[in-house]
């Protein structure tokens, strides 16, 4: 289930300087029923210190899903998104779900070529966003069994044949 306890909550970074966008984002991730925490934080200065663990952000989670405006009052998206290629250069960067009015393509193209998992146009459909939501959730609990059963491969004693 989704909303188990027993899992640990999905840490969610939402970059969003809308309030209303945030609100309507925050709702929705309310209604889901996917375990989780949430981060709000309207500056790329501000996600790039959260990511960083920085600052007023020294203690922050690692992070499970980025959702991520494109225009920021200080910056764009992308500026986000190459800042955390440069902190988590390997396979275990953060999923990104892009959530945004603009249309432009050259936009889209640079968020596909810097690994960006979904790319939603606002106003956002409700059901299309949770459903990406609750995917990238599933695919934390399926990682979180991964790793466990992985861990316990490793403690089992292993069973040399003796002759």
Same mark, same amino acid.
């Given at each position: 289930? #989704?909303? +188990?306890?027993?899992?640990?909550?999905?840490?969610?970074?939402?970059? !969003?300087?809308?309030?209303?966008? $945030? *609100? @309507?984002?925050?709702?929705?991730?309310?209604?889901?029923?996917?375990?989780?925490?949430?981060?709000?934080?309207?500056?790329?200065?501000?996600?790039?210190?959260?990511?960083?663990?920085?600052?007023?952000f020294a203690r922050a989670p690692r992070?499970?899903?980025?959702?991520?405006?494109?225009? #920021?009052? +200080?910056?764009?998206?992308?500026?986000?998104?190459?800042?955390?290629? !440069?902190?988590?250069?390997?396979? $275990? *960067? @953060?999923?990104?779900?892009?959530?945004?009015?603009l249309e432009d393509d050259t936009y889209?193209?640079?968020?596909?070529?810097?690994?960006?998992?979904?790319?939603?146009?606002?106003?956002?459909?409700?059901?299309?966003?949770?459903?990406?939501?609750?995917?990238?959730?599933?695919?934390?609990?399926?990682?979180?069994?991964?790793?466990?059963?992985?861990?316990?491969?490793?403690?089992?004693?292993?069973?040399?044949?003796?002759?």
């Amino acid at each position: 289930m #989704l909303g +188990d306890s027993r899992t640990k909550p999905m840490e969610i970074l939402l970059v !969003e300087d809308g309030l209303v966008d $945030a *609100r @309507i984002t925050i709702h929705a991730l309310r209604r889901s029923g996917v375990h989780h925490r949430l981060t709000l934080v309207r500056t790329v200065h501000e996600a790039i210190l959260f990511m960083k663990r920085t600052g007023i952000f020294a203690r922050a989670p690692r992070l499970d899903l980025l959702l991520l405006d494109m225009i #920021l009052p +200080d910056g764009t998206g992308l500026d986000v998104l190459e800042e955390m290629l !440069e902190i988590h250069p390997d396979s $275990a *960067r @953060i999923a990104t779900v892009v959530l945004t009015a603009l249309e432009d393509d050259t936009y889209r193209q640079r968020c596909d070529e810097l690994g960006v998992c979904d790319y939603i146009q606002k106003p956002v459909s409700e059901d299309e966003f949770l459903r990406v939501v609750r995917d990238h959730k599933k695919l934390m609990i399926h990682l979180q069994q991964v790793a466990v059963a992985a861990a316990g491969q490793q403690n089992q004693p292993s069973s040399a044949p003796t002759s």
